[in-house]
């Protein structure tokens, strides 16, 4: 820590290099599900030399739960889940409706919680914080409405361009003027992809002028889902992204730009392939029981396991106790121990504080699938027992480990850097970066060792640690894999391990 703020001070001395870098403007470009391993110079050679000329972190990480939304919020909150409260891609909100989960990708269904709860997210988001300053960001979306909506739900600042909805009501009149009408989803999803890039062309640039602009590109997740990892149009839907990048650097570039803006690249998540084994809502059904109105008082909400008859310790054991028996069940989370530590409230459980997953909206269990680094039919590594084809959410490596290329006028040139890092620190970085305040609800942390004038890569201290629980027995062993830097954790992935004990 003493290093860091040695490193802030330096930073910040210099009013010359100050002006300078406010001139500056930064560009995420979420490339939804982009695996590390994609960004190769065969497959996509304009991302691959765009990190030749900035530089490639290593170590990258997903905010667990792995899915869209909660990556989305961390993103533009700084934040986990315990701060923002938006808690999995699908979210569970008795006061919007008491009996199922709620489908974030839908922001109809957002606007539901914000009405019913006060508000969506539960941290201020980057367009809050840039408001008193008079700086702006704009989202330029083809993903999911709910995914475009919780980069800026409440518009503090600039707007959100989506195929689907703008905001604010004026932006909207603007942009259909310069980009037309939307196109229809496709699969890969290129002509959208191309509309939320022109988007940041045509509108951001040429109007908007925001300072930090969000830009989600739907591809290669949309495509992977359905057609899996590997598979033809997963790669075509790679190529085509990848065009879209260098059409922004080539199109910046022209404008004279290019020396001007900060991009980076990065990815919500990694991605799986799935084995289809796990079936969690049908393991828990013979746990619920009906309440008065005939519906089951229990709610499996993605992996989280909500108890709507009040708290009850011996059934939630029981669930947990089955749950370990499974080999298709992973990690398996439980609320943190009142005297703390890494053992959640059931024996053989994680606490949700390793996660970073303890909020008011918390359910009572959380549950990833179980993983293994098996390869598929196209020699990609990482397969777990969840359902459909590929996907995401587990807290396996696979989908832990994700995206970052950073490249610009801040950033270091031909580097790469082993440091850990993840999604919760892209806000704080840039913020730094803009040369604003962090507010304390901001827990990741400035990225100072890739930019220019900061500390050496190598002068930042990496620790790894493992922490293990495991039942009475040992028929259940679960362990949580951790890297430290500067001070700061992040869960590298969790492993189980299973004895054959008479249990």
Not at 49 to 58: A, D, E
Not at 116 to 143: C, D, I, N, Q, Y
Not at 247 to 265: C, M, S
């Amino acid at each position: 820590m003493v290093l860091i703020a040695a490193a802030l001070l330096a930073l910040g001395s210099g009013a010359g290099a100050q002006q300078e870098r406010a001139s500056h403007t930064h560009l995420v470009i979420v490339v939804d599900g982009l695996r590390p391993d994609y960004v190769t110079p065969e497959v996509m050679p304009r991302l691959f030399r765009l990190g030749q000329r900035g530089i490639v972190f290593r170590s990258h990480h997903s905010v667990f739960p792995t899915v869209t939304r909660v990556n989305g919020s961390s993103f533009v909150t700084g934040a986990y889940a315990e701060s923002h409260g938006l808690m999995g891609n699908v979210l569970y909100s008795p006061k919007v409706d008491a009996t199922r989960g709620l489908d974030t990708g839908e922001r109809a269904n957002l606007e539901a919680v914000e009405r019913a709860e006060g508000r969506l997210l539960t941290a201020p988001t980057l367009s809050e914080m840039l408001k008193p300053s008079g700086k702006t960001l704009l989202v330029v979306s083809s993903g999911s409405s709910g995914s475009a909506y919780v980069l800026n739900h409440t518009v503090a600042t600039g707007g959100i361009i989506h195929y689907a909805f703008t905001r604010p009501a004026d932006l909207a009149i603007r942009a259909a003027a310069a980009l037309g009408a939307a196109p229809a989803h496709a699969t890969p999803n290129d002509p959208q992809n191309q509309y939320a890039i022109d988007a940041y062309l045509k509108v951001g640039l040429n109007d908007v002028h925001p300072d930090v602009t969000f830009m989600w590109l739907n591809d290669p997740d949309g495509t992977a889902h359905a057609n899996g990892i590997g598979a033809e149009l997963t790669m075509k839907s790679l190529a085509l992204v990848d065009a879209g990048i260098g059409r922004i650097e080539d199109a910046l570039r022209a404008r004279g730009l290019l020396d001007r803006v900060n991009i980076l690249v990065t990815s919500d998540h990694g991605f799986s392939t799935h084995t289809r084994e796990l079936k969690l809502a049908a393991l828990v059904e013979p746990f619920a029981r009906l309440l008065p109105d005939g519906s089951p008082d229990i709610v499996v909400s993605e992996g989280a396991i909500y108890l709507r008859s009040g708290s009850d310790p011996a059934r939630i054991s029981a669930i947990v106790d089955a749950l370990q028996r499974r080999p298709e069940v992973g990690a398996i989370f439980t609320r943190p121990r009142p005297g703390g530590g890494a053992e959640g409230t059931v024996p053989g459980t994680l606490s949700f504080d390793v996660v970073r997953w303890n909020h008011p909206r918390s359910g009572d269990i959380l549950v990833s699938s179980n993983w293994n680094g098996d390869t598929n039919d196209a020699g990609f590594a990482g397969k777990t027992t969840d359902g459909n084809v590929a996907g995401h959410g587990s807290s396996s490596p696979y989908d832990i480990h994700n995206t970052l290329i950073a490249a610009g006028p801040d950033f270091l040139e031909r580097a790469v850097s082993d440091v850990p890092t993840a999604n919760v620190d892209i806000a704080p970085t840039l913020l730094w970066l803009l040369r604003l305040p962090l507010p304390p609800s901001i827990t990741g942390r400035i990225m100072l060792e890739a930019l220019r004038d900061g500390p050496p890569i190598s002068s930042v201290p990496v620790q790894h640690l493992t922490e293990t629980v495991k039942t009475a027995d040992g028929g259940y062993e679960l362990s949580a894999h951790i890297s430290k830097a500067a001070g700061y954790s992040y869960l590298d992935f969790t492993e189980v391990r299973r004895a054959a004990v008479p249990r």
